[in-house]
């Protein structure tokens, strides 16, 4: 108490330290909660930076493949896999440079990408007179979830493994890239198409059990059509059949075309079996050899 000059001294009450150790333990909790919160937040952040890219999602690269014994008699080609990117011209053009003229097979495995960058591509392989067939490369010793790995793949000289037609895949605008193909092969539903829009979906488009064949589902770009239809005239292609092809594609799927379609429409000139191995049989009495590709 205070009164005749003497200090008061404050007396705490058992619901004081109550009072005091509810918010101590209020403080501590939060300080805990925020400091897991925080790192979790770091673990989650060094997880996704540290996730592999899956294989079909790599950019595209082109490397030299050959099977067996080429003292004797091997299979050759080019194995080019995964997306198609602005800058996938660029790595082709390199390849292409490096081969001096020689005529190898490219075989693709994509999910598809960049509709120019794809032309472009065609158009290439169209110049150096080289077939195309849709294939899956398996190199030696790699993993069977990453049959193409990057540490097998040898950039100045020839990678071993195998080749086949068996699940493989040309999807998107990879078919624009088959289509430069002097020779083009590909087993029966590899081939995936979609539509290339700008827009959303029109009303010509119809029901699911009564498609409009003469609209496209979604508003096609039309100068991206005019681009796409004097391709496809170039490589030899039927364009109208090409666009009602690309037509059937639902809004967000995929159309897988017959081997009648595909055929009629020139993607591909002939089919590949489910045991084929698309690519150069080579013998010692043709000794050329392509000089390295750039990285």
Not at 95 to 101: A, E, I, R, T, V
Not at 234 to 247: C, K, R, S, T
Request: hydrophobic share 40%; proline share 5%; with cysteine.
């Amino acid at each position: 108490m205070a009164g005749n000059g003497n200090v008061a001294i404050g007396v705490l009450l058992p619901g004081d330290f109550m009072s005091i150790r509810f918010r101590f333990l209020s403080k501590l909790y939060l300080m805990t909660a925020a400091f897991f919160l925080s790192l979790g937040i770091f673990i989650s952040a060094d997880a996704a930076q540290k996730e592999p890219i899956a294989p079909e999602e790599r950019p595209m690269d082109f490397i030299l493949v050959r099977s067996g014994d080429c003292n004797v008699s091997c299979i050759q080609w080019i194995s080019a896999q995964g997306a198609i990117t602005p800058g996938t011209p660029k790595r082709l053009k390199a390849m292409l440079k490096s081969l001096k003229g020689r005529k190898l097979p490219i075989v693709l495995q994509s999910v598809g990408g960049d509709v120019d960058a794809a032309l472009a591509m065609g158009r290439m392989i169209r110049a150096a007179g080289l077939d195309t067939a849709v294939g899956r490369t398996q190199l030696k010793d790699c993993p069977m979830l990453d049959v193409r790995c990057v540490e097998k793949m040898v950039r100045n000289g020839w990678s071993e493994g195998e080749v086949t037609s068996a699940s493989a895949y040309c999807y998107s605008a990879c078919p624009f890239v088959l289509a430069g193909g002097t020779v083009r092969a590909a087993e029966n539903g590899a081939i995936g198409l979609h539509q290339v829009t700008n827009g959303k979906k029109s009303r010509e488009y119809g029901t699911a059990a009564r498609r409009n064949l003469d609209a496209i589902s979604t508003k096609f770009d039309p100068a991206l059509k005019r681009k796409l239809s004097v391709y496809f005239k170039e490589m030899g292609l039927n364009a109208e059949d090409m666009f009602v092809m690309i037509g059937m594609a639902d809004p967000d799927g995929m159309y897988q075309p017959g081997r009648r379609e595909i055929l009629k429409a020139g993607v591909v000139t002939k089919f590949s079996s489910y045991s084929d191995e698309p690519g150069y049989v080579f013998t010692p009495t043709a000794p050329q050899q392509p000089a390295a590709a750039a990285e």
